[in-house]
């Protein structure tokens, strides 16, 4: 007999930027607004490397509950014996040293997309995860959509026949004059420092979409790592501003398209008048689903007798708690439902498939000739990294 109180995760937010504020926010939304009655959350912690009175501003404007603890330092955060799980939401390029900072110090982790900069890095911190014998999982939020879910069931249940082609694009327009980008060159998205370039940010929604169509779906036993074809423009700090790549799965006979760019956008007029980001394409029929790559709201089924079924999911949002609500709460809750059943590892987004999508982009990364700095590509641990410190 199902127990009626709902399993409780005690979260500790491992940064306190834009992306912590949207997922914690998501945390302390009502689960019952989503339809979700067997799971909850509680924020614990959070820690900013830089100062305390940072996660102490961190935490009331999130409006955690008092007993939210504020640290000013990522080993203090891992330390606390009142948490669960570490939510690792600094940029990519410090997650591998924060992510095994938190596994080494036998918590369980949720680490933001990218998962790392490089495959050897990936493989790492699942090595850790299960001789540690904690959870561990990538947060692809778009994985946990209960969207996503629906095409993946329909894929599988045949509804569009064999599927042979994904196309899936996620780029912004942010052409500038004289060469340029609308970011300064410190900015995350084209700072090689902090991993920067379309691919990682952005292009890891576009693979996600193929991975998860053209991957995901197979047996087990009969899953494959792709062959990868890319072409890639650099910008003049060195980031990738232009990636595509085409990955080949030929035992399925199928290919994945995936399309990012800091140029152009997936959407023109923001109004979807560019039709669908993503199209799925198989010998009966294709689905396409509309709106941005990370977080789409409707998808079509189209098939070639004529018949098209247009299906809205849109994101539950908390009005006694302002309208809170982004999508970001279903991947929690997965993480929640994982605890709870001892799983280590999601199904949704299994360990292997992380790091099968890091090494394409790690390959793609390589035929573009893009490289990183080795402070953030060295797959070696070091507690007392500047990236866990917060000092240089």
Not at 234 to 257: C, L, M, N, R, W
Request: glycine share 6%; proline share 5%; with cysteine.
């Amino acid at each position: 007999m199902a127990s009626s109180t709902p399993y409780t995760v005690r979260w500790g937010i491992m940064a306190t930027g834009w992306i912590a504020e949207v997922f914690t926010k998501d945390l302390l939304a009502n689960p019952a607004v989503r339809d979700v009655h067997d799971v909850r959350h509680e924020v614990a912690a959070a820690a900013s490397s830089s100062s305390k009175d940072r996660a102490v501003e961190f935490l009331t404007k999130v409006k955690a509950p008092d007993s939210a603890k504020a640290y000013g330092s990522y080993h203090e955060l891992v330390a606390d014996p009142d948490i669960d799980i570490i939510y690792v939401a600094t940029p990519h390029s410090h997650h591998f040293q924060n992510a095994m900072l938190a596994l080494e110090a036998g918590k369980n982790v949720l680490c933001e997309k990218a998962l790392t900069v490089n495959a050897a890095q990936a493989r790492k911190l699942v090595e850790t995860a299960r001789a540690k014998g904690v959870f561990f999982m990538e947060a692809v939020w778009t994985r946990y959509f209960p969207l996503s879910i629906q095409v993946r069931d329909l894929i599988s249940s045949g509804a569009i026949g064999n599927v042979y082609r994904t196309i899936a694009d996620l780029s912004v327009g942010r052409d500038a004059p004289d060469g340029k980008v609308d970011f300064p060159d410190s900015n995350r998205m084209v700072n090689p420092d902090l991993a920067g370039g379309a691919l990682l940010d952005l292009g890891i929604y576009a693979l996600t979409w193929v991975f998860q169509t053209l991957y995901h779906v197979q047996p087990e036993e009969q899953k494959e790592s792709p062959k990868v074809v890319a072409a890639v423009n650099k910008y003049h700090t060195g980031a990738d501003e232009t990636t595509s790549i085409i990955v080949q799965f030929p035992q399925h006979k199928s290919h994945g398209i995936a399309l990012t760019s800091l140029r152009v956008a997936s959407d023109v007029d923001g109004q979807g008048s560019s039709g669908a980001a993503i199209r799925i394409q198989g010998s009966e029929g294709e689905i396409q689903v509309i709106g941005p790559a990370y977080c789409p709201l409707q998808y079509k089924v189209i098939k070639k007798d004529g018949k098209v079924d247009v299906v809205d999911c849109p994101i539950p949002k908390d009005a006694e708690r302002d309208g809170w609500g982004q999508g970001m709460f279903w991947e929690a809750d997965e993480c929640a439902r994982c605890l709870r059943d001892g799983s280590k590892e999601s199904k949704s987004l299994p360990w292997s498939e992380s790091v099968v999508i890091m090494e394409v982009m790690e390959e793609t990364l390589r035929q573009g000739e893009v490289v990183y700095p080795e402070v953030i590509a060295t797959d070696v641990f070091d507690a007392q990294s500047p990236l866990n410190t917060g000092k240089r």
